[in-house]
């Protein structure tokens, strides 16, 4: 069955630190995922996303999400965080075809303190 | 200016009423649409999608029914709401053969 696990449930960080959101999936096919994230009170907004090739993918806002294939995992960093990052994070794993189906994992909320 | 929007913001109801949200795309040809549903401190979860103008596949049965009455266009509605019904909906879009899907600001539902 697919799913997708985020550990923790909440995060909580000093700004200027690193920051590490972790992310693990299970899917028999070939695996298209992506990181969303939500702000009080909105939409998603995706961050970024990996298809194929290079392992390490680039985000918006200085994230970046490394695929382990060997792990099953796709986990979300950032090297230094802001007050403004502070959110709910999703990772999901696209279902190939036509139903565009994203299993979403339970989300991060992220907590910056200044 | 942005390619989805959703309306109302957000909405209080009463069980038993009729509910009906929308969503257009703009800028866009022929885009598959999709209604998502999170629960107040859950996860998304996908209710329905669209390929085309006048067909749409349900996904989760929660007592909810969609329709895409024109290619730019998705409507979410019931004509008599549940208490479970309360939650964000979301709606998002992708273009056929791509792989990212993008979502709209959402509408909040409070059914009491």
């Known amino acids: 069955a697919q799913s997708v696990t985020q550990p923790d449930a909440r995060v909580t960080v000093s700004e200027g630190a690193s920051l590490q959101l972790r992310c693990k999936y299970s899917?028999?096919?070939?695996?298209?995922l992506f990181w969303y994230v939500q702000y009080p009170r909105q939409g998603l907004q995706l961050l970024l996303k990996?298809?194929?090739?290079?392992?390490v993918v680039q985000g918006v806002n200085g994230f970046e999400a490394e695929f382990i294939k060997s792990n099953s995992s796709f986990h979300l960093r950032k090297a230094s965080v802001h007050w403004s990052d502070s959110a709910v994070y999703f990772c999901?794993?696209?279902?190939?075809?036509?139903?565009?189906?994203?299993?979403f994992g339970l989300g991060t909320t992220l907590q910056v303190q200044p | 200016a942005q390619t989805i929007h959703q309306w109302p913001v957000a909405e209080i109801k009463a069980v038993g009423s009729p509910l009906s949200l929308g969503c257009t795309i703009k800028g866009k040809s022929s885009p598959n649409l999709y209604w998502y549903w999170q629960a107040t401190g859950g996860t998304l979860q996908q209710l329905f999608y669209s390929i085309t103008v006048g067909q749409v596949e349900s996904v989760v049965q929660l007592n909810l029914s969609a329709s895409r009455p024109k290619d730019d266009q998705f409507i979410l509605s019931t004509e008599k709401l549940l208490l479970s019904h309360s939650g964000f909906y979301l709606c998002a879009w992708r273009l056929g053969g791509a792989e990212t899907l993008y979502f709209g600001s959402g509408t909040r539902l409070t059914v009491l």
């Open positions: 899917y028999s096919g070939t695996p298209y």
């Open positions: 999901a794993v696209r279902i190939t075809g036509n139903t565009g189906k994203l299993i």
């Open positions: 990996y298809y194929s090739g290079d392992p």
